[in-house]
């Protein structure tokens, strides 16, 4: 899976966290390990070490409810990956549709929204495609692995001004809007969650193009041996969904239900 802006960047070092719960279902202190590539809002390391989001705690519920120890280890996606491939890890958070190697969830927990951002004033008021973007420059953020319709239209593009951003050194989060404020790009391509948490802080002239550029959701990737864990969490995941639960947490978290992502 390609992560939200914080949550594609290549993070080398690995955050342990141990959690423990106790419950009826199985054996007490059984572990799953859990890795993950930050993507903020929905599931995050911060500077100071807390661990965060909305993932988290869907995650440590159904924990508590089966009698498990949920170990997450901070790992740079790729390196993720092939850990659960391998059933070295239980699980990724989060993964996209039709990824090879691994059991994907029928439950998304997130979802992939890449939108066009650009200056207030610009005269585009909606996306219809790429082309619409021949000749102009381009913000990128280095390290991000863009979907193709985004990578194979760099062909087209007048310049591609790359932007190096790491939350955990630099914390510098409105660089790219401000190169956009001051016309030196003319549009980036940026999560809808992210921007969302980013807008409803702060005041920028800038504007969201709807629709998404690309949009895919997203859900845990399970390891091909982990058939216990596998079901124990998709039946629980299935029981939120349906509640409204998800929603509900989404909303009281990050301010917008998780079915309007």
């Given at each position: ?131 619409q973007f021949r000749g102009r420059n381009v913000g990128t953020y280095a390290g991000y692995l863009y979907p193709p319709i ?112």
């Amino acid at each position: 899976m390609l992560t939200s802006i914080t949550g594609k960047r290549i993070i080398p070092f690995a955050f342990i966290l141990t959690t423990f719960f106790f419950g009826p279902e199985v054996t007490a202190n059984e572990t799953i390990r859990a890795c993950f590539e930050n993507w903020s809002p929905y599931y995050e390391v911060t500077t100071d070490g807390r661990v965060k989001g909305p993932v988290f705690e869907i995650i440590d519920r159904i924990a508590a409810e089966i009698n498990v120890t949920v170990e997450y280890s901070e790992l740079p996606y790729k390196r993720c990956l092939s850990e659960v491939r391998n059933n070295q890890f239980d699980m990724i958070l989060l993964s996209s549709p039709g990824v090879a190697g691994i059991v994907e969830s029928k439950t998304p927990l997130a979802y992939w929204n890449l939108m066009a951002v650009v200056k207030k004033d610009a005269l585009d008021k909606e996306f219809d495609e790429m082309l619409q973007f021949r000749g102009r420059n381009v913000g990128t953020y280095a390290g991000y692995l863009y979907p193709p319709i985004i990578s194979n239209s760099r062909s087209q593009w007048a310049t591609e001004t790359i932007v190096n951003y790491n939350e955990k050194t630099d914390g510098d989060q409105l660089r790219i809007f401000r190169l956009i404020e001051q016309g030196r790009i003319d549009v980036a391509f940026l999560d809808l969650a992210w921007l969302h948490s980013i807008l409803a802080k702060t005041t920028l002239k800038v504007k969201i193009l709807r629709p998404p550029v690309h949009s895919d959701p997203s859900m845990i990737g399970y390891a091909p041996n982990s058939k216990k864990t596998t079901r124990l969490f998709e039946e629980r995941l299935a029981q939120l969904s349906r509640s409204g639960e998800l929603d509900f947490l989404y909303k009281s978290r990050l301010g917008i239900p998780l079915s309007a992502f």
